[in-house]
């Protein structure tokens, strides 16, 4: 059983300690399950936070861009980074404004990324990346030629200082406001695809492959 990711003191939960998840698998599950990660950064006192595709690869949060891209220059140059994901699971209703909530997974990584150069672990990157937005397609497609290698930035960072804050459950509200006469509940919420539209380019006579027609998340 992998061991949790030790506590320090930028990761440790404080407010609502009881959501706190430093277990690795969950807290991999949670990154596998998102498309987006927002990159947190400063440059010349300036934050940025900007949202991009990420692949996990063992212990290993790989994201990228163009080469041109002033965050990817940037971290290149081994500036620190936040990342954080988020998944939405369902709205919290209470009976009052103030207990309205969110049942959300939501990671924190932090860290030094550092850019990757070499063709074949970019490909393996580019791989994991396609793989994770739909199983099967990276058979199907053309993959990156030399040009397009040179164009994209590829940095990793290194799974070594993250922590989960997970809420789940039902509504919480103060003990008098449950006599109130409001509707109370959970809205759930979850990602669903729906039919493959078709590019007008594509060639009528070939078949929608299955992971497109049947794809799930």
Not at 157 to 169: D, H, I, M, N, Q
């Amino acid at each position: 059983m992998p061991e949790p990711f030790s506590v320090t003191d930028r990761t440790r939960i404080v407010r609502e300690a009881n959501r706190a998840v430093y277990d690795r698998d969950a807290i991999y599950k949670i990154l596998d399950e998102a498309f987006v990660c927002h990159v947190g950064f400063a440059l010349d006192g300036q934050p940025f936070v900007i949202p991009t595709m990420f692949a996990r690869v063992g212990d290993d949060l790989y994201f990228h861009g163009s080469a041109a891209s002033r965050m990817l220059r940037g971290l290149s140059a081994g500036l620190a980074v936040c990342i954080t994901v988020t998944l939405t699971d369902g709205l919290v209703l209470a009976r009052s404004v103030f207990n309205h909530s969110m049942n959300y997974r939501s990671v924190v990584a932090l860290g030094i990324a550092k850019r990757i150069d070499d063709p074949t672990e970019k490909i393996c990157a580019l791989r994991a990346f396609t793989e994770k937005m739909i199983p099967g397609r990276w058979n199907d497609a053309r993959p990156p030629n030399e040009k397009e290698l040179r164009a994209t930035s590829i940095l990793q960072l290194a799974l070594t200082e993250v922590s989960a804050k997970v809420r789940t459950g039902d509504v919480e509200d103060d003990p008098e406001d449950y006599a109130l006469s409001v509707w109370a509940g959970i809205i759930p919420l979850r990602l669903v695809a729906d039919a493959p539209a078709r590019d007008q380019r594509c060639d009528p006579a070939i078949p929608t492959p299955a992971y497109a027609s049947n794809f799930k998340r």
